[in-house]
Nanobody, 124 residues
Framework: QVQLVESGGGLVQAGGSLRLSCAAS????????VGWFRQATGKEREFVAA????????NYADSVKGRFTISKDTAKNTVFLQMNSLKPEDTAVYSC?????????????????WGQGTQVTVSS
């Protein structure tokens, strides 16, 4: 089992940057695919990005490609989401999740462990 804690959210102006962190305890991230999802008010949760167990493969939603970067620090057992060129439509609660399977999944239901989420608000 793994426990996940997100941090790094906040209020930023459009065009700005934020870096979200997802820290794991209980088991090492090297045994999980880790994904970031977001849910805006009144909308369904959507996939943002994911990184493989080894950190060698990544996957991004089309809406964030070229602006967001997911990375993993194995020594710190932490996954990061660097978000640049933020837009008001990026405003949402961002949550990280862990999936013990070997392939990167973009479907939220495939992820077993979830953090509590962190709010990201982008003002225009």
């Amino acid at each position: 089992q793994v426990q996940l804690v997100e941090s790094g959210g906040g209020l930023v102006q459009a065009g700005g940057s934020l870096r979200l962190s997802c820290a794991a305890s209980g088991r090492t991230f090297s045994t999980y695919v880790v994904g970031w999802f977001r849910q805006a008010t009144g909308k369904e949760r959507e996939f943002v990005a994911a990184i493989s167990r080894s950190g060698g493969r990544t996957n991004y939603a089309d809406s964030v490609k070229g602006r967001f970067t997911i990375s993993k620090d194995t020594a710190k057992n932490t996954v990061f989401l660097q978000m640049n060129s933020l837009k008001p439509e990026d405003t949402a609660v961002y949550s990280c999740a862990a999936d013990p399977s070997s392939n990167i999944q973009t479907t939220a239901s495939r992820y077993i462990y979830w953090g509590q989420g962190t709010q990201v608000t982008v003002s225009s």
